[in-house]
């Protein structure tokens, strides 16, 4: 079956520019979840999702930051004013239910320039 | 609180010679533990996962894990190394909210 899928795969925008980051979870999964792995560092937490609740979102950096899934499914995550520091690959993952094990998707690449 | 730590950053070892990457790991409760590989531009791989059941836990592609809780360690092994096994691994603590270790990158000598 379908793993889950992130767009697009590379992102290059301008400091002070809102993105959108897109993740499509496998079918079925009802918690969904978004890390940032900056370069030669593991991935870091920001937030996950039940349904389409946010149920933990203690992992975002600041208000920059949001992110949402309103049918339960597709999850967007936005960042508005844009800074280099964003600069990351974002992942994006899912499970059957929380706590199980999490798949993840091969990622978007932000550059901030 | 949770936490894990890698204890090296880079492990170089010859084809066909035994693989040992270190991780120790903090938790408040009973932890799940994790081991991901993540190939050059791939995406991350789950390899093998710990819920307390069996202490020694097989994964994929020969790799298995033990966890000691005295010791509170959960290194990954594997007998003989392969080429295909280059690649980053990470070290994994949680339920939800995953903790990532900072990752050990295994290269595999010919």
């Known amino acids: 079956g379908a793993g889950v899928s992130q767009t697009p795969s590379n992102k290059v925008t301008e400091k002070g520019k809102y993105v959108e980051l897109r993740c499509d979870p496998i079918s079925g999964h009802t918690a969904l979840y978004w890390y940032r792995q900056s370069l030669g560092q593991g991935p870091e937490f920001l937030i996950y999702f039940q349904g389409t609740g946010a149920a933990d979102d203690s992992g975002l950096p600041n208000d920059r930051f949001f992110a949402v899934r309103p049918e339960g499914s597709v999850s967007t995550l936005k960042i508005q004013r844009t800074e280099r520091g964003d600069s990351a690959v974002y992942l994006c993952a899912s499970s059957l239910s929380e706590g199980d094990t999490q798949y993840f998707g091969p990622g978007t690449r932000l550059t901030v320039l | 609180a949770q936490s894990v730590t890698q204890l090296d950053s880079h492990v170089s070892v010859s084809e066909g010679t035994p693989v040992l990457l270190r991780c120790n790991y903090s938790?408040?409760?009973?932890?799940?533990l994790f081991w991901y590989v993540q190939h050059p531009n791939k995406g991350l791989q789950l390899l093998l996962k710990y819920t307390s059941a069996a202490t020694l836990v097989k994964g994929i592609n020969g790799f298995e894990a033990e966890f000691k809780k005295s010791e509170t360690s959960f290194h990954l092994t594997k007998p003989s190394a392969h080429m295909s096994d280059a690649a980053e691994y990470f070290c994994?603590?949680?339920?939800?909210?995953?903790?990532f270790g900072s990752g050990t990158r295994l290269q595999v000598q010919p």
């Open positions: 938790s408040s409760y009973s932890p799940s």
């Open positions: 994994v603590v949680g339920r939800r909210a995953l903790t």
